[in-house]
């Protein structure tokens, strides 16, 4: 998975021009406020418990599942001609999806509570400049993949801590 979550980014970023185009381009500044970063120090993340780690998975992927849908929706209008990067994006949304579902079913077996589904973006600027949009595509691309990767560190430790 990681692999893909890495060309879905590179995807991205060849498609939106430059700066985002240009070799070696990184924001790690950007951010979104609507969706949790994946930057948390190893050590604190290491230290929360199975509950608060699956929780705070739970609710980053549902905030992607969202997010990949307005990226989408943002791609199909400033690179209707992409569909390698819809596609991409469309099966990023739908891994993202499973990964939730996947979280929600781990933490029904460990008898943990699922928070209920939110409206985690809110009211989208419908006036976002082109420049804005692409923005908050980067930092949603970047962080579903930084996401997906701890996800997937963390099952396996699951897996190896509750063997079935």
Known sequence: MQKNTSTLLQTYLQYQGSPFSDPGFSAPELQLSSL???????????????GERLSQAQGAFQALTQHLQLVGDDQSNLNPGSPILLAQLGVARLRAQGLLGNVAAIMNALGLPVPPEKDTIGVVPFGAS???????????????????????RDLALLKAKYPA
């Open 36 to 50: 949790p970063p994946a930057a948390v120090p190893f050590k604190i993340w290491h230290a929360l418990d199975d």
């Open 130 to 152: 082109a420049f804005e949009r692409k923005c908050r595509g980067y930092v949603v691309t970047r962080e579903y993949g930084h996401w997906t990767d701890r996800a997937v």
